[in-house]
């Protein structure tokens, strides 16, 4: 167990514990701070989905809301069945006159979490092995993944009459499992969205600091020397592809019931982006920074868009382009540099060189 | 056979708005490798400034044109000295480091002028259609089409046929060789960013009389034309022409057949396989990286 997985480990405990009794007690309990506070919970589980394919892997997608959209719109297909006696509303108003055949199977509940999690996982792995078999690499990852979520989007606004259009889906019912209905206002649904980030950035530590993180970071670094070690690149990829999708769809399946709606406002470019922006100021080297990230973005854009109505997305920006200028690695990075000083300073060797950091990890991974 | 022509001609005329957006990042892409997802902020910039002499200076577009040319390449150039140079080295950021300036350019729109759209009139020489049969074409376009290709010969020109385009297209083939024979790589990337930016002005000052002018319009025809730019072939100019007319006569004639969002939709899709079947898009240029 290197130190750094016992680094991540401390980190994740602390986490765990403060969003499970730090945050409610601060939030008085209020069911609808926590209901506020659920809402980043999920979104830090989708800026940490990315950092594994992007700051691990070093495969900047820019369609990761695509895959969000999917699990969000599973769950609200299944509510909004459960909401409406016979067809849903929207279908009646748009004449459609019969249940399309793929949203029966939303009738069950099983399926619909299932859906939810391999839906996103095998696009994803479909795009993976379509991108990566062809050795696609840099920014034509980007600009493939975007170009899919502008027709995925386009397809769902225009599908009115299967996917409610620009509307989304709405007037949802709560989502009840053995018999107990969900309030995304109360203490239970907060512990039930706080027990799936802490289970997900288990799974995220995990897998970083497995030996299939470790090639994942070998590709990042130089994908040509990894493949000449014997290992299958485009496997690797893929599958970091799949395992992203699917913690998406997750986190998109707890936004829709934190929300009590979908909207393909989520599934859009700027949406997107924003996860770039979460996961790029908490770090994008480590999953936990990037959940933090996630959270500390949003927060920040609750409170300071009360303040500044009209200039919190000019404020946005400015932080953003700092952020990628001066702090590369994050706040995580910040962390990190200052752990070295604090330890150098307290060996107080004169002369020891400190090992210098590498402040641009993820540059390497050109397209040749 | 009337409703093709008349989608043909609205394809051309799609066609030559994106080249010119496509122009400017095919040059930014081609050089430098930074994908300057702020250019369709530029093309708003254009916009804005052409509204800003028609309303208040009393100026038409044509005559607008150099100014608005000079004053979005002077935006584009401080962007590239106070952030985009000290990326270079990380092309990845570039991409995030624009979309942060885009998103300021626009909020700054946003905020000094007003979210509510604008509306530019159209020049007076250039009104009315020009009818051949069946097909109705409105001059204004006619003019645009044509425009798109001076600018794209003018450009061609200029990369090709003096000393600045000589060093650019040395600095493309080999930064560091190049600046050992005394070409300062930095200077060349200034005045090509600064460029890029002018012609999406250009651009922007162009369709103001087709599109409305609000703060977002830059969003949506950044990516249109960074796809452009990807099918072409990275700093083929020539590619940048055959892929726009393509792209914009995709589009037409799939939306004849189906509707405009599945025909988008379609084109998408088209773009995607292209990418995945070759790479370096439809004219590949010959660099040493």
């Not at chain 1, 514990?17 to 209901?35: C, K, R, W």
């Not at chain 1, 500044?308 to 590369?328: A, C």
């Not at chain 2, 100026?59 to 270079?88: D, N, R, S």
């Not at chain 2, 024979?181 to 162009?206: D, H, N, Q, V, W």
Request: proline residues 3%; aromatic residues 12%.
């Amino acid at each position: 167990m290197s130190s750094k997985f016992q680094f991540e480990l401390v980190a994740l405990v602390i986490f765990a514990v403060v969003i499970a009794f730090g945050v409610p007690a601060v939030m008085n309990y209020d069911g609808f701070e926590l209901n506020t506070f659920a809402r980043y919970l999920a979104l830090a589980i989708v800026s940490m989905a990315l950092a594994l394919s992007w700051g691990v892997t070093g495969l900047l997608n820019l369609g990761q809301a695509a895959t969000f959209g999917m699990g969000s719109y599973a769950m609200a297909m299944h509510l909004k069945l459960r909401a409406s006696s016979g067809l849903p509303d929207f279908m009646s108003w748009n004449n459609v006159s019969e249940l399309p055949l793929f949203w029966v199977p939303f009738n069950s509940l099983a399926f619909t979490l299932l859906a939810g999690l391999l839906i996103p996982a095998s696009i994803g792995g479909l795009i993976g092995i379509f991108m990566f078999r062809a050795r696609i690499a840099g920014v034509f990852v980007a600009i493939i993944t975007l170009a899919f979520l502008v027709a995925f989007q386009l397809l769902v606004i225009n599908q009115q009459g299967l996917t409610g259009g620009q509307n989304g889906l709405t007037g949802l019912a709560q989502m009840t499992l053995f018999g107990w209905a969900f309030d995304p206002y109360s203490m239970g649904f907060y512990y039930l969205v706080a027990g799936c980030v802490t289970v997900a950035l288990a799974i995220g530590v995990y897998l970083t600091h497995s030996k299939f993180g470790l090639v994942l970071r070998a590709i990042r670094e130089d994908a040509d020397r990894t493949r000449f070690f014997g290992y299958n690149v485009a496997n690797y990829k893929t599958l970091v592809f799949c395992i992203s999708a699917a913690l998406a769809g997750w986190a998109g399946m707890l936004y829709t019931l934190v929300l009590e709606f979908a909207s393909p406002t989520y599934m859009g470019v700027s949406f997107s982006l924003a996860i770039v922006i979460w996961c790029a100021v908490g770090g994008r080297e480590s999953v936990i920074a990037a959940a933090f990230g996630a959270i500390v973005v949003n927060m920040l854009e609750g409170r300071l868009s009360d303040i500044f109505v009209e200039g919190w997305h000019l404020i946005l920006g400015v932080i953003f382009v700092l952020v990628v200028m001066f702090m590369p690695r994050g706040i995580f990075g910040l962390l990190v540099e200052g752990a070295q000083k604090l330890r150098t300073v307290g060996r107080a060797r004169p002369g020891h060189a400190v090992e210098p950091l590498s402040t641009t990890p993820l540059e390497t991974n050109q397209e040749r | 056979m009337d409703v093709i022509a008349n989608q043909l001609f609205a394809g051309l005329s799609m066609a030559s708005i994106l080249l010119m957006i496509a122009l400017g990042l095919a040059i930014i892409y081609g050089a430098m490798g930074v994908i300057n997802l702020a250019h369709g902020e530029f093309v708003m910039l254009g916009a804005y400034v052409t509204w800003a002499l028609q309303t208040h200076v009393g100026i038409g577009i044509l005559p607008a044109l150099p100014i608005v040319f000079i004053a979005v390449a002077l935006v584009g150039l401080i962007v590239e000295k106070a952030v985009v140079q000290k990326l270079y080295h990380r092309p990845l950021d570039t991409i995030l480091a624009t979309w942060g300036i885009g998103i300021i350019l626009q909020q700054l729109v946003r905020l000094g002028i007003g979210a509510e759209s604008r509306f530019v009139k159209g020049p007076e020489i250039l009104s009315g259609n020009t009818e051949i049969g069946p097909l109705i074409m409105s001059n204004y376009r006619i003019f645009v089409i044509f425009f798109s290709i001076a600018v794209l010969f003018v450009t061609w020109r200029l990369m090709t046929r003096t000393e600045f385009g000589m060093k650019l297209r040395a600095v493309i083939q080999n930064r560091d060789i190049s600046e050992c024979y005394g070409i300062e790589s930095k200077r060349i990337f200034s005045i090509t960013f600064a460029y890029g930016a002018g012609l999406a002005g250009i651009a922007g000052a162009l369709i103001t009389p087709l599109f409305s002018t609000i703060p977002t319009m830059g969003t949506g025809l950044v990516v249109d034309a960074f796809l452009v730019v990807i099918v072409g072939g990275l700093g083929s100019l020539v590619g940048s022409a055959v892929a726009a007319a393509l792209i914009g006569e995709a589009t037409a004639l799939f939306s004849i057949v189906i509707n405009d969002t599945l025909g988008r939709i379609a084109v998408l899709a088209g773009i995607i396989l292209l990418i995945r079947f070759r790479p370096r898009g439809l004219f590949p240029t010959e660099t040493r990286r």
